[in-house]
């Protein structure tokens, strides 16, 4: 059994920054893409940004230019700097994992709060 363990969020004010990481809990697994998704109450979950073991990235156009993800494939981590933060930016976040001949895994979520 494979877990996400998530970290760094809490509360920040507007235009300040964060970084989430989020590790699997077995290293011995190849993990295909990895990412970050956000959702508030009564909303969809939304993707925030993706990045494939070769280091291709893909980002929501709200999160561009503020955002950037980067990974370790060593370690399985995955991770996401966000800077410039917005209130609208609030919400928990999800990392997930494509692990190979597995599927997916999902993180159990972390608050972030962007809040004067």
């Known amino acids: 059994q494979v877990q996400l363990l998530e970290s760094g969020g809490g509360l920040v004010q507007p235009g300040g920054s964060l970084r989430l990481s989020c590790a699997a809990s077995?290293?011995?697994?190849?993990?295909?893409?990895m990412g970050w998704h956000r959702q508030v109450p009564g909303k969809e979950r939304e993707l925030v940004a993706t990045i494939s073991r070769g280091g291709s990235t893909n980002y929501a156009d709200s999160v561009k230019g503020r955002f950037t993800i980067s990974r370790d494939n060593a370690k399985n981590t995955v991770y996401l700097q966000m800077s410039s933060l917005k209130p609208e930016d609030t919400a928990v976040y999800y990392c997930?994992?494509?692990?190979?001949?597995?599927?997916?895994?999902w993180g159990q979520g972390i608050q972030v709060t962007v809040s004067s």
């Open positions: 997930y994992a494509d692990i190979y001949l597995r599927g997916d895994y």
């Open positions: 077995r290293s011995s697994f190849i993990i295909n893409a």
